[in-house]
């Protein structure tokens, strides 16, 4: 390799596969080079979350990052760890910023079927990644209080909306921003992903409800697809369409997949875990952020598998699916190749793919795949992460 790939640690069981991936499937046939930043929570705390941003001003830096999944403090975290604080999500932290979105798409093995029997193609959601709840202000309210959103400029105060008079009770009040420009990105990312993959691209928002804010993301959205796409999706074959989320949501199912389904940040959160566990598993959904300048930071879908963690540290052998992380490491590897011009490391990272799913296909695979396998004359074996590493490694040396 020539430059770094950044390297972002993170937390509990992800953690021990990230280090597993590292050594059995990547080290032995890669001349890999990292530039490594822990954002574990443990040193996250030690460097009181500076760590974060670093990682993702290399980010800015090299163009590339692959990282595990990382813990969100809660309240109950902040006891587990003896926090000093409840620190943000370091994904939220990255991706304000390095910008951008996120497309998450379903990893399909043969002999995996879908929950939703229908879905016969992959649907890829993008997520726009940022603003809104993950960078608000809130604010618990007691009685006799009343909040408003005060808007000013150099100094003068320009309007004043109550929002809500609590005289009758406590509450809470929460306030989100978006701004003109990331939204823009996101919807020129969403069609430029749909144009590569050809894709149709459906976007749902509530604007009957939201006028004013979700009512500015799908004005938006009709204003850039009108004026610099509509001619080249015509011409690939694909539409854009807008309706409200509810409605996408009922399509969606309904649909054989085949789409890239656009959604606000909160939306794509939880609709990503819908689509990818209705296709098997969260351990088969693979997540890339692309900034709008061409940055890109692979990961997996899932978060850091905490209840497996905690059969682990009893000396449990779980049986945890390190695919989607793998396949963090596999999409960095090749966009590394490909930016770097090094055809041997594309060739390798899709290779480590294929050594994975015909892995799964023949019918090793971990836990969480064995009730949703079906190929004729094969009956599913449930190995150990470490047990299934191992056997991709077996494939991968063939
Ligand atoms: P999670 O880690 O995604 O796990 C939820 C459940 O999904 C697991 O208990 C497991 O089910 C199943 N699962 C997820 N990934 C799996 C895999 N690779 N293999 C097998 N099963 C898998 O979500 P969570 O428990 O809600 O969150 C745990 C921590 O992760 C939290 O602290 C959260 O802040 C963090 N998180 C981080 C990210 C990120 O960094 N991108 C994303 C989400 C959450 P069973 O227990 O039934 O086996
Ligand atoms: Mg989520």
């Known amino acids: 390799m020539k430059t770094p790939l950044v390297e972002m640690d993170g937390d509990e069981m992800t953690r021990i596969l990230w280090g597993g991936i590292k050594e059995i499937l990547i080290s032995p046939f890669v001349d890999l080079k990292t ?20 990682s993702a001003l290399a980010t800015k830096k090299y163009g590339v990052a692959v990282k595990c999944a990382t813990i969100t403090p809660n309240a109950r975290r902040v006891r587990e760890y003896n926090l000093s604080k409840e620190w943000k999500s370091p994904n939220g932290t990255i991706r304000r910023l390095l910008d951008g979105t996120v497309f998450r798409s379903p990893i399909l093995a043969r ?12 649907i890829a959601i993008a997520r726009h990644a940022f603003g809104d709840i993950y960078d608000a202000a809130e604010y618990q309210a007691s009685k006799g209080e009343r ?3 005060v808007v000013e400029k150099d100094g003068k105060e320009l309007s004043r909306k109550l929002i809500r008079d609590f005289s009758d009770g406590e509450g809470v009040v929460q306030g989100v921003y978006n701004t003109k420009s990331s939204i823009e990105s996101f919807a020129r990312s969403c069609f430029n992903y749909a144009l590569s993959e050809k894709l149709p691209v459906w976007f749902g928002a509530k604007d009957t409800v939201s006028k004013v804010y ?11 697809y009108e004026t610099e796409y509509k001619t080249a999706f015509e011409n690939a074959g694909i539409y854009y369409t807008y309706t409200l989320v509810d409605d996408v949501v009922a399509r969606v ?3 054989e997949g085949g789409m890239l389904w656009a959604c606000k940040n909160y939306d794509g959160d939880v609709m990503s875990d819908m689509v990818a566990t209705a296709y098997g598993s969260l351990g088969m959904m693979s997540s890339v952020l692309v900034s709008p300048d061409g940055k890109y930071e692979y990961e997996a879908a899932h978060g850091t598998v905490t209840r497996h963690y905690y059969a682990h540290l009893k000396g449990e052998q779980t049986s945890t699916n390190p695919i989607a992380t793998i396949w963090a490491w ?17 060739a390798f990272a899709k290779r480590l793919e294929r050594a994975t799913l ?5 019918g090793y695979m971990t836990g969480d795949l064995i009730p949703l396998f079906r190929r004729q004359g094969i009956t599913p074996v449930k190995l150990t992460t470490s047990e299934f590493l191992q056997k991709i490694s077996s494939a991968l040396s063939r």
């Open 35 to 54: 530039e490594y930043y822990d954002l574990g929570l443990i040193n996250r705390e030690k460097t009181g979350d500076e760590v974060t941003v670093q």
């Open 111 to 122: 002999g995996i079927t879908p929950y939703v029997a229908g879905w016969q193609k992959p």
């Open 147 to 149: 909040a408003y959103i």
């Open 214 to 224: 979700d009512g500015y993301f799908k004005d938006i959205f009709a204003r850039i």
């Open 253 to 255: 199912v309904r649909s």
């Open 330 to 346: 596999t999409g960095a590897l090749f966009k590394r190749g490909e930016l770097d011009n090094i055809p041997e490391l594309c």
């Open 358 to 362: 015909s892995t799964v296909e023949s």
